[in-house]
């Protein structure tokens, strides 16, 4: 195969939405209709612990969401699958967002009972902005659901983009029975199978087929053609280059723990969804076809495996082909490293890989200098700049409880701050040792404080700080500077990671109140030199 086909067959998708739309459920079960699992859940179901391929973490499964995006690559028709499940809690975004960095596409879920909520919302606006094309996914029809054409009405009114209903419900709640495909005018009815665990047997016939016909009762009946010929009237064709552009989203109905609607997503999402394409940086424009291997490092991860214990970089390939033992420039170290130890990915279960393509995610194992965000390429001149960052909004002190484990605590705490699963504060002229982490939200800390315990054997305690807010100063901000600065009633100076200066405020009006006395001094949500160009 060509260079250009293998970029041609790879399909690199997130799933993303509000917590609990059944963003895993709905991974678990492509996986099930792409042939890698043979049984949703029958990783895990093995282990006898009720959980899916996609949340693997001990604290997943104790809580039941995902905290942490997870990478499944699978071969499936001819395509090359890469699929990102994500964490939709918005104190794990920071994680979300930076997948999305990493993806052509995305398949939106809705739970169709609820409809668009905010966390939807604020993902949609991300992948508007970064102009990812996206496929919407109407989940738990099998529940009482609003009506179908109310959710296309708020997919327009809510998100402000065109809905194409791929397929229709057919009847809703316990009476849901499948649905129609409206591109071969074909009813799909499905029989529930136990737990959902097996593909949903499937009969599948037109409207005049007496077989169909004869499975449903004449209300749902009518009701369905009823709509479908609205739907015919308003005329709405399949519009590729509509769907490429983020104008219209296609959409699917059915009930991903049932299996129901599974396979026509899977299918239809392959057929119309993008391969990876070029990507423009600093004015440049790198295409997937360009010769020289590009790629940039988007999530790292410690201690996946309990059986091996070190951590893996996230690299999403861009350009040119990906060979084992290749050697490559490393952006942040400028320095040249050779990559022996690749693997694809498959939830927690890796395989070692010889060769990936543009659209390939892999995890490059035993490089501690690997930071989120480093480009690694064979030409130099190319670095990309994609990972977002996020202004801290809570902050708290971590005690080490017991002095014996210093060592642990203090390893365990590194390598999860180099994981960016938080981030560390240093308060100016202190002789306070206990570090001060900043999270997004507050479910950080708790993820912080269980994986200290369960993977470093660190016990910890948090102790809530006075801030809420943090603002960035200007990099090249003088100590004397500092001095200088006339901080409002319980504000402090501290610095980031990167020694850059920040003031910590305890709420916006003592923020404000600083702007006012300091008007020389400009504050930024964000550190300055990492704001997106
Ligand atoms: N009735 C019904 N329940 C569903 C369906 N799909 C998922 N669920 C349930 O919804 C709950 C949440 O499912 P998840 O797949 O964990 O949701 P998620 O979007 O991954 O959640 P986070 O990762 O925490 O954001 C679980 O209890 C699922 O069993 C469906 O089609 N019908
Ligand atoms: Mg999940």
């Not at 709509?227 to 769907?243: F, I, P, R, S």
């Not at 201690?303 to 070190?310: F, S």
């Not at 950080?444 to 369960?454: A, C, D, K, N, P």
């Amino acid at each position: 195969m060509s260079i250009a086909e293998e970029i041609q067959r790879r399909r690199t998708f997130a799933i993303i939405s509000h917590p609990d739309a059944g963003k895993t459920t709905l991974t678990e079960k492509l996986l099930l209709y792409g042939g890698a699992v043979q049984l949703a859940g029958s990783v895990t179901a093995r282990k006898n612990q009720r959980a899916t391929t996609s949340d693997w973490m001990e604290l997943e499964k104790k809580r039941g969401i995902s905290i942490s995006s997870t990478v499944l690559q699978f071969d499936y028709d001819g395509y090359r699958i890469n699929l990102l499940d994500t964490p939709g809690h918005k104190d794990f975004s920071e994680d979300t967002y930076r997948v999305l960095t990493a993806v052509d596409s995305v398949v939106m879920v809705i739970d169709s009972a609820k409809g668009i909520e905010p966390q939807t919302r604020k993902l949609f606006e991300v992948c508007r902005q970064r102009g990812v094309p996206i496929f919407t996914f109407m989940n738990k029809c099998d529940r009482p659901m609003k009506n179908p054409l109310e959710l296309l009405d708020e997919l327009e009114r809510v998100l402000g983009i065109g809905a194409f209903p791929v397929n229709w419900p057919i009847g809703d709640g316990i009476d849901f029975q499948g649905v129609y495909d409206r591109q071969v005018k074909q009813f799909h009815l499905f029989d529930r199978t136990v737990g959902g665990k097996y593909r949903a047997p499937v009969s599948v016939g037109g409207i005049d087929d007496p077989e169909i016909r004869g499975r449903l009762n004449d209300q749902t009946f009518h009701k369905t053609v009823e709509e479908l010929e609205m739907l015919e009237h308003a005329g709405h064709e399949w519009d590729d280059a509509a769907v490429l552009s983020e104008k219209t989203t296609p959409v699917f109905f059915g009930s991903a723990s049932n299996n129901f609607g599974v396979q026509l997503l899977l299918d239809g999402f392959l057929k119309h969804s993008p391969a990876p394409k070029s990507r423009v940086m600093g004015g440049i424009e790198i295409a997937p076809e360009n010769p020289a291997f590009s790629g940039f490092i988007f999530k790292i991860q410690a201690n996946m495996d309990p059986r091996h214990r070190d951590r893996i970089a996230f690299v999403r390939v861009c350009s040119g082909k990906f060979d084992r033992d290749m050697t490559v420039h490393h952006s942040r170290s400028e320095k040249k490293v050779r990559l022996s130890s690749s693997h694809k990915l498959f939830g927690n279960e890796r395989e070692t890989v010889d060769e990936a393509f543009p659209g390939d995610v892999i995890g490059l194992v035993g490089h501690d200098s690997f930071g989120i965000g480093d480009t690694l390429t064979t030409d130099p001149k190319i670095l990309y700049k994609e990972i977002p960052r996020f202004t801290p909004e809570a902050f708290s002190y971590l005690h080490n409880p017991n002095t014996g484990k210093y060592k642990q605590f203090r390893q365990g705490l590194d390598q999860l701050l180099q994981e960016g699963v938080i981030q560390a504060l240093y308060l100016r002229n202190s002789s306070i040792k206990t570090p001060l982490l900043a999270a997004v939200g507050p479910l950080q800390f708790e993820v912080v404080q269980f994986r200290l315990e369960s993977e470093y054997g660190a016990a910890s305690r948090l102790e809530a700080a006075p801030w809420t807010v943090v603002r960035w100063l200007p990099p090249d901000t003088k100590e004397d500077d500092l001095d200088a600065l006339s901080l409002p009633t319980g504000a402090r100076l501290a610095y980031d990671v990167g020694k850059n200066p920040v003031v910590l405020f305890q709420n916006e009006w003592s923020t404000n109140y600083f702007g006012e006395t300091n008007k020389n001094t400009p504050l930024s949500a964000l550190p300055v030199q990492t704001v997106k160009e």
